[in-house]
C-alpha cells in the first residue's frame, strides 16, 4: 500500500519528446519514449497527487486518474507546462525537449533540386523552460525538478546543469541510441541544489520515480494546499 504523502498537492510533470516541423512530412525530433515520465506521473497519482502530465509525441494511454495535456512542439510544451503549474506544488521537467527547431516552416513538401545539391536548414533557439519556471516561480516555495540526458562526463556535465538551470532537483542520467531512451529500467544520480547527490542503481523507471518524489517531499512548502 502506497503512503499518500502526496495528498492535496498538485504536481507538474513533463514526458516524452518534442517535434519541431520542418514541413508537413518532416520534423526534427529524438528518442524519447515517454517512459520516464509516465513512471513519474503515475507514482505521484498512487501517492496522492492530483497530477497534470504535459506529454509530448509519447503514443502511451492515459494513466487512470491523471490529466493529461498533449503537446507537439517545445513552444507549445512551454505554455501547457507555465499554465499547469501556475498552482502547481512541483514541476518535473522529464521531457526531452528540442533545445532548437527549424527557423523557417515550410508550408509545401521541401523538394529535392536538379542540381544534385542538399538544402541548408537554419535553426534557432528554443526557450529553455526549466531555466525559466526555476527563475520565475509561480508559486513561492514551489520545487522544480529536472533532468538532464548526458553522453559523456555524465557527472561533471550534471553538476553545471544544475547550477545553469537554477533547479532544486537534477536527474543526471546516461543516454545513447539505446541507452535509456526507450528503455523499462534506468540509473541516475539526483543532484541537488544544497549539494547532496543521490545514486540511484540500474533498475526500473518505476524506482527512480519514487526516489525522485522522495527527495521532493521534504522540500514542498508546507502545509500542503
Ligand atoms: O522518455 P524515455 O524513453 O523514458 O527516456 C527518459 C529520458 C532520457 C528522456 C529522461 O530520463 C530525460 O533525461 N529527460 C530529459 C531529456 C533532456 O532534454 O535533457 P537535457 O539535458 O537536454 O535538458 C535538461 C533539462 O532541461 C530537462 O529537464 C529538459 O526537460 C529541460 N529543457 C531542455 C531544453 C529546453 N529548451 N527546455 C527545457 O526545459
Not at 518532416?26 to 515517454?34: F, I, K, Q, V
Request: hydrophobic share 45%; with cysteine; charged share 25%.
Amino acid at each position: 500500500v502506497t503512503a499518500p504523502d502526496l495528498a492535496g498537492r498538485h504536481v507538474v510533470v513533463s514526458a516524452g519528446g518534442t517535434r519541431e516541423p520542418l514541413d508537413p512530412v518532416r520534423y526534427l525530433g529524438n528518442r524519447s519514449s515517454g517512459k520516464q515520465g509516465y513512471a513519474l506521473a503515475k507514482a505521484a497519482a498512487a501517492r496522492g497527487a492530483r497530477v497534470t502530465l504535459v506529454e509530448a509525441n509519447t503514443g502511451l494511454p492515459d494513466p487512470a486518474g491523471v490529466d493529461v495535456v498533449r503537446v507537439g512542439t517545445a513552444v507549445q510544451l512551454r505554455e501547457a507546462v507555465l499554465k499547469a503549474a501556475a498552482d502547481a506544488d512541483a514541476v518535473v521537467m522529464a521531457a526531452a525537449v528540442a533545445d532548437f527547431r527549424p527557423a523557417a516552416y515550410a508550408t509545401g513538401k521541401i523538394k529535392k533540386t536538379d542540381d544534385g545539391g542538399a538544402p541548408t536548414i537554419e535553426l534557432v533557439r528554443n526557450p529553455d523552460i526549466l531555466a525559466e519556471i526555476s527563475a520565475d516561480r509561480a508559486v513561492p516555495g514551489q520545487v522544480v525538478v529536472g533532468f538532464a540526458a548526458e553522453t559523456d562526463d555524465v557527472l561533471a556535465h550534471g553538476r553545471q546543469k544544475l547550477r545553469r538551470k537554477g533547479c532544486d532537483l537534477l536527474v543526471v542520467n546516461e543516454v545513447g541510441e539505446r541507452k535509456t531512451f526507450g528503455s523499462e529500467e534506468n540509473e541516475a544520480v539526483v543532484l541537488s541544489a544544497d549539494g547532496t547527490e543521490t545514486p540511484v542503481p540500474y533498475g526500473p523507471k518505476e524506482a527512480l520515480a519514487e526516489t525522485v518524489w522522495d527527495l521532493v517531499l521534504p522540500r514542498l512548502r508546507t502545509p500542503a494546499v
